[in-house]
């Protein structure tokens, strides 16, 4: 008996509308951002180019290879600054996101199961 209560409890749980939107989260919280606290810069040229050109160097400087990343570098270098979990964590929202993105254009069949 307790065992069918229990099952009926995780079909309700998990037939719920935002089940997928949490378990996604908390798997990307377990991918992605147990170590942001940690992490660090791994790249050089962004630093360097910001102390040598301000936010506005970075335009002139990519703007023949890649001219709208500069614009993505002015923004989070603006919102950031030198601080690299601020970036870590914009990146694991974005991250998530995407999983988002990806979850409504395949959706699942558990309803239908």
Not at 44 to 61: N, R
Not at 89 to 97: E, I, N, P, S, T
Request: proline share 6%.
């Amino acid at each position: 008996m307790q065992l069918k209560s229990l099952k009926n409890k995780l079909k309700i749980i998990i037939t719920n509308k935002y089940f997928d939107f949490v378990w996604l989260f908390f798997l990307s919280i377990f991918c992605f951002g147990l170590l942001i606290p940690k992490l660090g810069f791994y790249w050089d040229d962004l630093p360097y180019l910001y102390a040598a050109f301000g936010p506005a160097g970075f335009p002139e400087y990519v703007s023949s290879d890649r001219p709208f990343s500069a614009w993505i570098f002015s923004a989070t270098t603006f919102l950031f600054g030198f601080n690299p979990v601020g970036y870590h964590v914009l990146a694991f929202f974005l991250r998530w996101g995407c999983t988002i993105l990806f979850l409504f254009d395949h959706p699942t069949n558990l309803e239908k199961q």
